[in-house]
């Protein structure tokens, strides 16, 4: 046999098709490169391409005939590829990367049998696919003569047809160049992030409040002001100078509130003594159950104001469709952070979500999933009336997909007990510690999220059953 | 008529209104909310709503019966909505936001109608609309029970097919892991900046280079090293320190040339002794026209380079499809920032890749598409020389999708003259002199890029026709 080279580049040769061959993009009879062919591609000479091969032929990897190339042996089936050692450590990182690398990760589970409480996923029954399939059809058919990079702040089609629904559903007065149309409200967050937040700048957060925005301001290097919410939202009776504030007025993000009348005006108050940006997030805008609409705060302050809107709790969480609205005088830096962060949001959904504003089928679809989600809410809340009766507290059902329910009477301690025990049981379950901020005071109770949207009533009543026997033995 | 508040709510509805009139979200005919539901919606008193109706009925916009709803007047029709004032100064932006509008702005214009030979624009006759419309279908119909965040990193059968896909194309070789969905080639360079360089860390880049590369990095706060290219690509010879490396290495942006074997083993090493990464943009990787392929500087040193691909040069820029391969110390830092950047890539657009990519259609459009860009640049090199000679030195044309015609003979100050005169002749030409760094020399003679895939062999032929006579008049 012929000695490999020295430089290793026989090796790397050897190692790497017994990793595609292992993770199958070689299969069992598949021909390999000549070695001819081979030793081009790798700017490897001939001689250790063919001692490689010949390598591999004796370890069984590969079967040899004289003049024919080389085959893949039978019986090497795809095998799970070994996880490639993760010791290496980065050579450098940006403070941008240590700041996120030092955030919690978070919890992800495949979804719990029974039924998973998580909040934000909807149910795959609601997507409207006929709409959806007949709008991308026409969509991918009107194909334009050139394909080429559209504007940063999205369609002009869909940014006019955004413009008239948001006057119509939620009181939004802006012009089509105010709107951004982003790959879902993350983006928008992020953008928010990067645009406003230098390393050190004081940003007021909910608290309890949306992870994931924090996590945006804060891998940004904006240091957290979390301010108590209650069932007016967030308290603003004395707030802290700061270059912008994150709230959910709609539907305060987790425990349900409406930021009151009094509270807006000093919001809006506070954001013009200070220079301040305010970042409204009407995440779950479009579900209000028993309560009347109210404006959003942009309504109120256009000048102050970046509303952020979503398409994951209407559509879908996975087709990454949002929007922004922003003061007329951030524009440009929001279409240019755009632009050079992804040049643009993917044309053909734009398209699609075009179709359905202007035949008024996303309204349509708006109504009866609203309606879908007040039966699962109705469904949802008795059956914890009728298992937990008084041994439960539930907060913010007025609106949105979510409650927060408090187990009265069971010590916050005991939240990781449960949840192991509620996972055992097909149950997901999750806590709303998380959500407070690490530094102040925790909740003394036990509560849990519970997300309806993805759950069928079945699934709602049989969730809050064994939710039931599972509290029953940790009470 | 009633006195209009004070506070200027009535002012503001009336600005709104006559806003959603002449922007068309109300059209003549149409119905105004009654005063009762527009004062709720609002959170104004019912008198203000009422005077402001009359307020409108009075200048024309509304006609108000007895006992009836408003409507809009006819004879309204939409307007041209006058530009809001742009005058207003954000209160505070971010260093990153100052950076970002100190950049040049790109320059934007329709396409050109008898030729626009803008790079990067495809014709929309070679999108394979029947193998995406079918594979979209099926991704539609497949509806998942749940509908929920995906894994930041992009869907697992996606990156399974691309790692398989980029062994046998490229000779890559990698574990799914290691591969990064993004939107767009763009973001994969935008969580590079972030990621690997701090305000004041300095990269290196090609003189001339790809501008919205340099710009993410210089949005970051980098400070470019701009280094010269010659017809082996970057040269290697005298590379400073720096924190990262930007490369073209199959076919460098512009000019075209490759980067011989010699040069890419020494970038390598300097990249190991300095602690550099090396970006290593393959972005036109499948169009190879007279050489044989060259294996990406990825399969060389997987440690050291971060791999960006693009879909955006085989389907369509409009999709915001790309991927990067990131060593595998990399991988949690880039997989949390495209979690905090925006969650995950639409998951509706990679279930039909993936599905293009296991049926085999991907490779078969790719072949497809790959033999007509070659006639394109057939035509187009035939045609400059028959209508140019000597007059034209074309660069660059042994692989990718645009050639570099430096117009010998004609001063580069004259470009712009050329580019106005054929703009007006129907013809969109861009020159290659903004893509040299600013600072240093500039190219003596005019030099246009041709990007040949959006044209057809007639526009091709036609679009050079009249370049020749353009040029004639300018020598």
Same mark, same amino acid.
């Given at each position: 046999?012929?000695?490999?080279?020295?430089?290793?580049?026989? &090796?790397?040769?050897?190692?790497? $098709?017994?990793?595609?061959?292992?993770?199958?993009?070689? !299969?069992?009879?598949? &021909? #390999?490169?000549?070695?001819?062919?081979?030793?081009?591609?790798?700017?490897?000479? &001939?001689?250790?391409?063919?001692?490689?091969?010949?390598?591999?032929?004796?370890?069984?990897? /590969?079967?040899?005939?004289?003049?024919?190339?080389?085959?893949?042996?039978?019986? /090497?089936?795809?095998?799970?590829?070994?996880?490639?050692?993760?010791?290496?450590?980065?050579?450098?990182?940006?403070?941008?990367? !240590?700041?996120?690398?030092?955030?919690?990760? *978070?919890?992800?589970?495949?979804?719990?049998?029974?039924?998973?409480?998580?909040?934000?996923?909807?149910?795959?029954? +609601?997507?409207?696919?006929?709409?959806?399939?007949?709008?991308?059809?026409?969509?991918?058919?009107?194909?334009?003569?050139?394909?080429?990079?559209? +504007?940063?702040?999205?369609?002009?089609?869909?940014?006019?047809?955004?413009?008239?629904?948001?006057?119509?559903? &939620?009181?939004?007065?802006?012009?089509?160049?105010?709107?951004?149309?982003?790959?879902?409200?993350?983006?928008?967050?992020?953008?928010?992030?990067?645009?406003?937040?230098?390393?050190?700048?004081?940003?007021? $957060?909910?608290?309890?409040?949306?992870?994931?925005?924090?996590?945006?301001?804060?891998?940004?290097?904006?240091?957290?002001?979390?301010?108590?919410?209650?069932?007016?939202?967030?308290?603003?009776?004395?707030?802290?100078?700061?270059?912008?504030?994150? %709230?959910?007025?709609?539907?305060?993000?987790?425990?349900?509130?409406? /930021?009151?009348?009094?509270?807006?005006?000093?919001?809006?108050?506070?954001?013009?003594?200070?220079?301040?940006?305010?970042?409204?997030?009407?995440?779950?805008?479009?579900?209000?159950?028993?309560?009347?609409?109210?404006?959003?705060?942009?309504?109120?302050?256009?000048?102050?104001?970046?509303?952020?809107?979503?398409?994951?709790?209407?559509?879908?969480?996975?087709?990454?469709?949002?929007?922004?609205?922003?003061?007329?005088?951030?524009?440009?830096?929001?279409?240019?952070?755009?632009?050079?962060?992804?040049?643009?949001?993917?044309? /053909?959904?734009?398209?699609?979500?075009?179709?359905?504003?202007?035949?008024?089928?996303?309204?349509?679809?708006?109504?009866? $999933?609203? !309606?879908?989600?007040?039966?699962?809410?109705? $469904?949802?809340?008795?059956?914890?009336?009728?298992? #937990?009766?008084?041994?439960?507290?539930?907060?913010?059902?007025?609106?949105?997909?979510?409650?927060?329910?408090?187990?009265?009477?069971? +010590?916050?301690?005991?939240?990781?007990?449960?949840?192991?025990?509620? !996972?055992?049981?097909?149950?997901?379950?999750?806590? %709303?510690? *998380?959500?407070?901020?690490?530094?102040?005071?925790?909740?003394?109770?036990?509560?849990?999220?519970?997300?309806?949207?993805? #759950?069928?009533?079945?699934?709602?009543?049989?969730?809050?059953?064994? #939710?039931?026997?599972?509290?029953?033995?940790?009470?």
């Amino acid at each position: 046999m012929v000695q490999l080279e020295q430089d290793g580049i026989g &090796r790397r040769i050897i190692a790497t $098709i017994k990793e595609q061959i292992h993770s199958g993009a070689y !299969r069992p009879g598949d &021909r #390999l490169p000549s070695t001819r062919a081979f030793a081009a591609e790798w700017g490897a000479s &001939r001689t250790t391409v063919t001692a490689a091969y010949s390598q591999l032929n004796a370890e069984g990897y /590969l079967i040899i005939s004289h003049g024919a190339r080389a085959i893949v042996a039978p019986g /090497l089936e795809k095998a799970s590829v070994e996880a490639p050692p993760t010791s290496a450590q980065p050579r450098s990182l940006s403070a941008f990367a !240590r700041r996120l690398l030092a955030l919690p990760p *978070p919890a992800e589970a495949q979804p719990a049998k029974i039924a998973d409480f998580r909040y934000g996923d909807l149910s795959g029954a +609601d997507f409207p696919v006929l709409a959806w399939r007949r709008a991308s059809n026409k969509a991918i058919l009107r194909r334009p003569a050139r394909l080429r990079y559209g +504007d940063p702040q999205g369609s002009s089609v869909l940014r006019n047809a955004l413009q008239a629904y948001l006057w119509r559903a &939620r009181g939004i007065s802006c012009t089509p160049d105010q709107i951004v149309i982003v790959n879902g409200s993350q983006q928008g967050l992020d953008l928010c992030a990067r645009l406003l937040l230098d390393p050190g700048d004081p940003f007021v $957060i909910e608290n309890p409040g949306y992870l994931l925005a924090r996590h945006a301001f804060v891998a940004a290097g904006g240091v957290a002001l979390p301010i108590a919410v209650d069932a007016d939202g967030l308290r603003t009776d004395s707030l802290p100078p700061a270059r912008l504030a994150y %709230v959910t007025p709609s539907h305060q993000f987790p425990l349900g509130g409406v /930021l009151s009348a009094t509270r807006r005006r000093s919001l809006l108050a506070w954001a013009s003594a200070t220079g301040a940006y305010l970042v409204e997030d009407d995440y779950d805008g479009e579900y209000r159950h028993d309560i009347s609409p109210i404006p959003p705060l942009q309504a109120l302050d256009a000048d102050t104001v970046i509303y952020v809107g979503t398409l994951s709790k209407t559509l879908s969480p996975t087709l990454r469709l949002g929007y922004l609205v922003v003061p007329v005088s951030l524009r440009r830096a929001f279409s240019e952070a755009k632009r050079l962060t992804d040049r643009h949001a993917p044309m /053909l959904e734009q398209d699609v979500l075009s179709d359905l504003l202007a035949s008024g089928a996303y309204e349509r679809h708006v109504r009866s $999933i609203r !309606r879908k989600n007040a039966e699962r809410r109705d $469904i949802l809340l008795q059956a914890l009336n009728d298992r #937990l009766g008084t041994h439960v507290s539930v907060a913010g059902a007025e609106t949105g997909l979510h409650v927060v329910a408090w187990m009265n009477g069971i +010590d916050a301690e005991r939240e990781p007990a449960i949840i192991a025990a509620a !996972r055992e049981a097909g149950l997901g379950l999750y806590p %709303v510690s *998380p959500l407070y901020d690490p530094g102040g005071p925790q909740p003394e109770t036990a509560g849990f999220i519970l997300g309806y949207a993805g #759950l069928d009533g079945e699934a709602l009543r049989r969730g809050v059953a064994v #939710l039931a026997t599972i509290l029953a033995e940790h009470r």
